[in-house]
């Protein structure tokens, strides 16, 4: 309910009038800000984690996530620079591509880009893109980065949030299917999260469990050859039911103790998706050099 001070301008205007101006008042005060949407946020963590967990594991599970966030945030201004792709034709070269999720950059994957070196996976370009448009070009935007970057060989894909579902449409809709072997997502929303209602974007609305772009991505069937191993979180805030982060194809492996963010910095993951992808030099065909 709005007051009008006897003294005010507003209180000169006719009652319809006046109406018409505090519907535009409650549109502008309304709007659920950043300080609405953490305490919204927050209150759902809670309510989420305490009803099947003990409340010490959610309150050390939510400081671990604030730890992971804190340096994603640290990190994030020495991802801003985008990679030089340095492409090199040699049929028996692996590389991995990594793509990054909503409203980030690359360097959410540092820490585990360094671990797959230290394995032997020193082919690696990373894909940096602004959050905004539509999924679909998005995915455009990785074809035409991995055909610069790119010149020959095989590749991987190990994908984070959004940048899963980027992957995905990039592999079943565009033909990228043909050039890759396999594909690792975190925490991606593959049958959408209702935490993007949060979010008043049309964009952030093809991630909802019922927009038309998962609908048609669900429908296709899956790439013939592709091995597929989704990574779950237990206590994953933004991926809301947590089972949609299991692919429909493929296997999936969870985590139950880790959030959304914690995924990209604990070394357990780091193993396991190191174990899938193998030797560098595994599996790499004897024909002609993709392009």
């Known amino acids: 309910m709005y007051y009008v001070r006897s003294d005010s301008p507003l209180a000169a205007c006719p009652q319809q009038d ?5 519907q535009r008042i409650r549109r502008v005060f309304c709007f ?85 070196r230290l394995h032997g996976h020193r082919r690696q370009l990373a894909f940096n893109y602004r959050s905004g448009g539509s999924i679909e070009r998005l995915a455009l935007q990785l074809k035409r980065a991995i055909d610069a970057g790119v010149g020959g060989g095989r590749i991987d894909l190990v994908t984070h949030s959004l940048g899963g579902l980027v992957a995905r449409f990039y592999l079943q809709l565009l033909g990228g299917a043909r050039r890759v072997d396999r594909l690792v ?19 952030v609305r093809q991630l909802l469990p019922e927009s038309p772009f998962l609908q048609q991505l669900n429908a296709q069937p899956p790439p013939e050859g592709l091995e597929v191993l989704s990574i779950v979180a237990g206590r994953d805030l933004l991926i ?30 780091f193993a396991a998706i190191a174990a899938r992808l193998g030797s560098p030099r595994q599996q790499l065909p004897a024909g002609p050099i993709a392009d």
């Open 32 to 116: 659920p800000g950043p300080f609405f949407l953490a305490r919204k946020c927050h209150r759902l963590y809670y309510k989420l984690m305490l009803t099947d967990h003990e409340p010490d594991l959610v309150r050390s599970a939510i400081r671990r996530e604030a730890l992971a966030l804190l340096a994603h945030g640290v990190l994030m201004p020495f991802g801003a620079r985008r990679p030089r792709p340095r492409p090199e034709r040699r049929r028996e070269q692996r590389t991995l591509v990594f793509v990054h999720g909503l409203g980030t950059n690359r360097s959410g994957f540092f820490p585990l880009q360094a671990y797959l």
């Open 185 to 203: 997502t975190l925490g991606t929303p593959h049958h959408g999260t209702h935490a993007a209602n949060f979010i008043p974007s049309a964009f």
């Open 240 to 269: 809301q039911p947590v089972a949609s982060a299991r692919c429909g194809f493929g296997e999936s492996v969870s985590f139950d103790d880790l959030g959304h963010v914690e995924l990209l910095f604990r070394p357990e993951v």
């Open 18 to 22: 006046r109406r018409g101006r505090n």
